[in-house]
Structures are given as C-alpha cells and as structure tokens.
C-alpha cells in the first residue's frame, strides 16, 4: 500500500467528492479515482458499494476508513514534528528595503511570532542592491525590495510582484499652500533624504543631472520614520513610497506634490532562494501577503 493512495482515499471520503479532494491534493480528479483503485486493488477489497449512488462505503471499507484516517493523521502529526524541528535549529534569514521596512517590519514579526513561536529569524535591512547581493552570495534566504533597486536581466527570473509603489515628493500640509511645481521650486525647500544607497535618491539625483544641477540635500537619514517626522515639522521636502505615508501615524500632517518634471513608480517583488526547504518557503510566502495586506493591496 502506498500512503499517497491512502490519502487519496480518506481525502475522498471526508469530502464526498472527486473534484475537492483533487483540488485539496493538487492533482488531477483521475488520479484520485486511480489512487483509491490501487488500494482497493492491494488490499483485494472493494471499499464501495458500486450500486449506489452517491457511493457509499461498504461495512468492512468504513472500517477501513477509519484506520487509514489515523494513518493520515500520524502521518500530519509526524510532519508537524519535523517542521517545528526544523524552525527551531535553522534561521530564516530575510531581508528587507530600509525604505519600506519602518511600515512592514512590526507587522510581519507580530503574525510569525504567533504562528510560528519556534521560529528563529534574522532579520536585516538595507538598500535593494545591497539586499541583492547578500541573496546572491545565498547569506539571505528571502528579500523583499523595489525593482528600481535591481540591476540585471537575470535578477527578475525569481521575482514575484506584489503591487506598484507610488514614489512622491511629499511634504507637511503646512507647506502645500507654496508654489511648488518644478524640481528647481523643491531646492529652496530643502531635501531631506535618505542616505547615499538609497534607489529614489539615486534616481532623483538623475533627473536634477538633467536639469545640470545637483538636489539641495538639508538633511540625511536612514529609514522613513525619521523622514516622516522631520518631513511633518516643516524642514524640506521628501521622496517616498505614497503606499508608505499614507498608512504611516503622520498621514494626517503629510501630503504629496505633483510635480510636471518628476514621476517615478516601482514594483514591490520579493525573492525566495529556489533551494530554500519547503516549510521556509510556505512561511516567505505568508510574510508576502501579510505586505500586501500592510500596504492595502489584499
């Protein structure tokens, strides 16, 4: 007897129906049917009263029934143990942008810690094309960053898109009222801006080339907190994701500002190592839904 055709079988019985328990197995509804006649075949029973429809079990097929359902549940029981093993002995190691890991950080660590209370994570944050490297070298399991930070064809075969982040020059609504419209009008106001490694400044500094001149950085930071807070008092002018402020405590003190010479959008992906253990993989991908569920996109 082979357990994928006893998995078939009890699956089949507790749903009461070919297509469900092909959908809850992941294959095709003939190899459900083929399964259940393989074990019935080894076992040199019929486990169904063919003469009646829907089928039913036969006296002698419940009981089996009954036995092979604790098979499947010893079988759950014996996976569970292995997985809660493996939590505990490796790391998972994720990597996440500086400029979104202020929004998302809390969240995510909130949803694993209940979920997975054994699970060991390192977790590290930094500019996307430093991210990127680390995940080449395979020192980061997972990473999750913006294409503008990306470099390379080859870089995008693993990528799985999350949603578009909206990247705006923002400022406190005390400042709204100013004539703002130009790039060259941001220069009086000041930048305040994310240190050197950051994509957005890197691509803003690009489009102040175009104009040949260099953007008046007021002040550096690193991560979106602080941004926000300095950007809430009135000090300059930011560039952030508009996804990231507007679910952010200062989304009632910032606003955006269109500008007719600037207008940058970019994915949100993320990255798992193709290698990475299953149970690690199922949980990166949890942690990508709990994004988009952070950001309103799910």
């Known amino acids: 007897m082979k357990i994928e055709d006893i998995e078939a079988f009890v699956c089949f019985v507790n749903v009461q129906s070919t297509s469900l328990a092909a959908q809850q197995l992941g294959i ?3 190899a459900i049917t083929r399964r259940i006649q393989n074990l019935e075949s080894d076992l040199g029973l019929q486990l169904f009263d063919r003469n009646t429809r829907p089928l039913k079990l036969t006296q002698l097929g419940f009981q089996i029934f009954e036995q092979c359902a604790q098979v499947t549940a010893e079988i759950d029981a014996l996976g569970q143990l ?4 493996k939590l505990s ?7 996440i942008a500086t400029s979104l890991s202020d929004t998302i950080l809390s969240g995510i660590l909130e949803d694993l810690k209940q979920s997975y209370p054994t699970l060991n994570l390192e977790i590290s944050t930094g500019w996307g094309i430093d991210l990127l490297d680390k995940f080449k070298e395979k020192k980061l399991d997972c990473i999750f960053s913006t294409t503008a930070q990306t470099y390379g064809q080859n ?3 693993n990528m799985e898109i999350l949603g578009q982040l909206q990247i705006v020059p923002t400022v406190s609504k005390k400042l709204k009222k ?3 419209q130009h790039l060259a009008d941001c220069q009086s106001l000041g930048w305040i801006l994310n240190t050197e490694g950051c994509g957005f400044r890197q691509y803003l500094v690009s489009e102040y080339h175009k ?3 260099l953007p008046n950085i007021k002040i550096e930071v690193t991560g979106t907190n602080l941004q926000m807070n300095l950007l809430a008092q009135g000090l300059g002018v930011g560039l952030l994701p508009k996804e990231v402020f507007e679910k952010s405590i200062y989304a009632a003190q910032l606003t955006s500002i269109e500008l007719t010479d ?7 992906f993320y990255m798992i190592q193709p290698d990475l253990n299953e149970v690690y993989q199922s ?4 942690m990508s839904r709990k994004v988009q569920s952070i950001l309103g996109w799910g």
């Open 283 to 286: 949980i990166c991908q949890e």
């Open 155 to 157: 870089d995008q075969k």
């Open 89 to 95: 002995t490796q790391n998972l190691r994720i990597g």
């Open 262 to 268: 600037f207008n940058l959008s970019v994915q949100l």
């Open 211 to 213: 104009l040949n001149q």
């Open 82 to 85: 292995v997985n809660s093993y």
């Open 28 to 30: 095709s509804q003939p």
């Open 178 to 180: 100013m004539s703002v």
